[in-house]
């Protein structure tokens, strides 16, 4: 099929861009990299009458790396993170999760911040921002404006960005000390969404307990989630107490909006859920203890 017809724009400019979107209106969709959006235009599952391309803006691209913090250009492509050794090692789980993205074509396209913007529940890079509190910089004609990722993902392929807003970058933070991160999730075939996924860090104390942890869930709701009540059972836990099937059940036990379709029922998308917690942590904290 062929998208409805729709007006294209290629602002060169943030102020330029945001300036066009409210003038627009809700007819104008802001396209990135364009491998979420472009196929749901061609499937006729979304249509605009305007298109405002904001991958040419050169003040979106990049990532700027500090002692505390890493952050990432919008329209920054994914295969940028996958290469970069800094990434790496401030934040391993921007590393680690990228090779889940489709295939090498996918990722040299997509951009960061429009998976974060599209916010599909299955997707990585909304599962790492939330586990990690990362913070989303939007800018409008009224200025820019930080939200954090725990306010950001309001509902299904919806996120807390105005109508006249662009994401303009994403801020992560570095954690410290003696820290293991891992990705665990289960798909069909490589390449495809997962049909439910973890995302875990954890952070060890010189006692050998648990200081912090984080665990994301992919595919589980119709947003990211954070497993809150797992992680709060893990923290101050001295590792070798920890039972990591035990935490993967407790991560899952209070979802009650788990899809269901013919890829897989709730009630299994939440047993592979909490295997893939299990598998997470104890991948996270053996990371961790080696230091």
Known sequence: ?????????????????????????????????????????????????HLVDIGRIAELQGITVAADSVTIGATTVDADLE????????????AKVTPYIGHFQIRSRGTVGGSIAHADPAAEYPAVALALDAEMEAVSPRGRRRIPASEFFVGFW???????????????????????????????????????????????????????????LIGLGPTPLRARAAEQAATGTPVGELAPSELGALAVADLDEVPSDLHGSASYRKRVGAAMVERALKEAIEEAGRG
């Open 158 to 216: 919806t996120s807390a960005l105005e109508s006249d807003e662009v994401l303009a970058s994403v801020r992560f933070p570095v954690w410290s000390g003696r820290t293991g991160f891992a990705v665990k999730e289960f798909a069909r075939r490589h390449g495809d969404f997962a049909l439910a996924g973890a995302v875990v860090g954890v952070q060890l104390g010189a006692d050998d307990r648990v200081e912090r942890c984080a665990i994301g």
């Open 83 to 94: 290469s970069n050794a800094e990434v790496a090692a401030k934040v391993p789980l921007l």
């Open 1 to 49: 099929m062929k998208p409805s017809a729709f007006e294209y724009h290629a602002p060169q400019s943030v102020d330029e861009a945001v300036k066009l979107l409210a003038e627009l209106g809700d007819g104008a969709k802001v396209l990135a990299g364009g491998q979420s959006l472009v196929p749901m235009l061609s499937l006729r599952l979304a249509y605009f009458d």
